[in-house]
């Protein structure tokens, strides 16, 4: 049985709050298709967006290309929402050079980590 796609969820570290976001296995446009209305549906939600993003990467294997580009209009869509974003547990360099390109287009912070831990202190700074 393949299991892939997003497990989106909100979390707690003492006092801040972060959306989480998994993605696993390789995603194609099926899958942005009945999840993007979910994602726009739980971000138009939020009534002051500052948001605060923890992205898994450790079981994800990439986009088909259509899938790609979805992502990035999720991206775009919702760039302004927010602060800061962490990215953890994938190294390859097509996700260094995605963080980097994301950068162009969103507003808030984005970097890249090896670990969990570290990602979520960085999240937790002011």
Do not use: C
Not at 43 to 66: Q, T
Not at 102 to 119: H, L, M, R, V
Request: hydrophobic share 40%; proline share 2%.
């Amino acid at each position: 049985m393949k299991t892939y796609g997003f497990t989106i969820g909100i979390n707690r570290v003492n006092e801040d709050f972060f959306l989480t976001i998994k993605a696993v296995g390789k995603l194609t446009h099926r899958d942005y298709e009945k999840m993007s209305p979910m994602i726009d549906s739980a971000l138009e939600s939020v009534k002051e967006p500052n948001i605060k993003a923890l992205v898994d990467l450790s079981e994800f294997k990439g986009w088909e290309p259509r899938a790609a580009w979805d992502d990035m209009k999720i991206g775009l869509k919702h760039n302004s929402e927010f602060e800061k974003i962490a990215i953890f547990g994938n190294s390859k360099k097509w996700v260094e050079y995605g963080v980097k390109i994301t950068n162009w287009f969103t507003s808030g912070k984005i970097e890249q980590f090896e670990n969990i831990d570290d990602a979520i202190e960085w999240l937790n700074k002011q």
